[in-house]
């Protein structure tokens, strides 16, 4: 019942993000083993967009690459608004289509006047600490549900709960079924 209540949660997902747009990737599910760094054994890769001040959108991705970061800010924000990243790579190149800060992290620098990516490491706090404190793991093939739901937790923080409610009930126009859900026949 949950997992059709987060599917609810997904269906009024902002389609695009404009200002300033702080992006960044994080990994969620899996046991640490080894030592820290960007991948993690057994972990999902998952990107977040934040406008400061407005919206998030997060989704599970298959890799960290240049083509999938790069196409999933190609297709939520909008040509021309400022995007803020860190030194990954995979962003170098999103200067021809956005007006594009770094932050340079390796350097130990967080925050440089207004370039920074505060906004969506406290964000990927709150979605970690939600999936630990609530849920205690998370699978892959689950795991964009949970993503939904915080997104919908998030762009809602400022609604009352008529307006949240309202928003959820509207979103109740598709229906997940069983056999979607679990990959299985009923």
Same mark, same amino acid.
């Given at each position: 019942m949950l997992h059709r209540i987060r599917y609810a949660f997904g269906i009024t997902e902002p389609l695009e993000l404009t200002d300033t747009v702080e992006v960044d990737e994080t990994y969620v599910g899996g046991k640490r083993k080894g030592k820290r760094g960007r991948v993690a054994a057994g972990k999902t890769a998952v990107i977040g967009l934040v406008e400061r001040k407005g919206k998030v959108y997060t989704r599970p991705v298959?890799? !960290?690459d240049k083509a999938t970061l790069q196409g999933v800010v190609r297709e939520r924000v909008e040509p021309g608004a400022r995007v803020v990243t860190d030194e990954l790579a995979s962003y170098t190149g999103l200067a021809k289509d956005y007006r594009h800060d770094t932050i340079r992290h390796g350097d130990g620098v967080y925050v440089a006047g207004d370039i920074y %990516? $505060? %906004? !969506?490491e406290g964000y990927w706090s709150h979605l970690k600490r939600g999936i630990f404190g609530i849920y205690h793991q998370v699978g892959a093939k689950h795991l964009h549900r949970y993503c939904t #739901?915080?997104?919908f937790r998030y762009n809602s923080r400022k609604s009352g709960e008529v307006?949240? @409610? $309202? #928003?959820?009930r509207n979103g109740c126009e598709g229906r997940l079924m @069983?056999? %979607?859900? %679990?990959g299985k026949g009923q």
């Open positions: 298959s890799s !960290i %990516t $505060n %906004t !969506i #739901e915080f997104s307006a949240r @409610f $309202n #928003e959820v @069983f056999k %979607t859900l %679990t």
